[in-house]
């Protein structure tokens, strides 16, 4: 999974003492604001939306609770449903607009949530009253400030402090076996795997005869890699293009006691060699990402999967697999068809042995309110075992 980093700007402001810039920090490679104001406690809920709608960037100056409020109370005005001269009646629209217009209201309510900034110091440290120390979280997103001061919005720093939480509290997987050896811990920018069922399919496939190399394509937090190690795989190697993935699968692996089984290697999709075994668990929505997390979500034009297709079969040992884990969400959303799909498995000279299936138990899925609940409702996520269409018929 390919992770897009932003290059380094500064940001600008003015302030009584004269002009003044920092290290401007945006996850998602959004330029620096270019309207600026410093903000405190008497700035009202009302004005700070009005200014956020507007393009204009706050930069803290007071406590930092109170900003934490104003968020809040900016989250609650964002979200509130927009009066139109013609509204849009969302029952006539086909599942595929539905998804884009939930995708631009995403992408606006990130926008003018981004606009409340809070300025750290060199060490991460935030200067400002009642504010928590968060330099071990920061230091873990963002490395060393190279003793620099940076700026990034409230909303960013507490994405920080939740994947520091997520990070040391872990996720459970019952496919590892029983507690405590049995977490994975994501790191930040690196997808957890809270949705569970795709890992027990990949724990419950029977494995092909004989299993004795793997490859994981797309590693990201090394649950897959992790499985097939506890199942008997005595040696995987599992790629990504993500270093932040590619330190959490260490960091994983280690945990679990099965770094000497996993080979980790900074590849875009295929090792060296072949394998008995191929898994992989591409982005399951062909859409473009918005920031490095959303690319273990959203797939650009389906541009891995496709590339998993198309190349599989040449790493392929006799009597191989390749196994690709995929929900059908996109085909509800009628953003990819099924036929598309076997089309592309066709033409990588793969033929489907075996799909196993299993329903999400997610939230979202049991959520009338949610834009997307029809399509969340109706998905499916599949295991597809795939052999070289000349051994599948054989």
Known sequence: MMQRMSAPSLLHWQAASGPQQALWRSENGS?????VVLADDTLSADRAYRLACEGTAMLWQGDFQNARQLLQA???RADRPVRKKTPVDVSVLSPHERFHLHRQAQAQRARTLAMLLIPLQAD???ALRRAPDLRLACQEAWGDCNGQGSVTSLRELLGVVGAHEWRKKGVEISALGPAPRNRIHAHYGVFSPVRGEYVQLVAQAPLPKPTEVAFDIGVGSGVLSAVLARRGVARIVATDTSARALACAEDNLQRLGLSTQVELQATAFFPQGKANLIVCNPPWVPARPQSPLEQAVYDDQSQMLKGFLAGVRAHLLPNAEAWLILSDLAEHLGLRSRAELLQWMQAGGLSVIQRL???PQHGKS??????LHAARAAE????WRLRAQNEALA
Not at 380 to 383: G, M, Q, R, Y
């Open 366 to 371: 049991q959520d009338p309110d949610d834009p």
């Open 31 to 35: 330029p620096a604001p270019r309207r």
């Open 124 to 126: 991460h440290c935030i």
């Open 380 to 383: 499916v996520t599949s295991l």
């Open 74 to 76: 900016m989250a609650r």
């Open 357 to 359: 299936d299993t329903r």
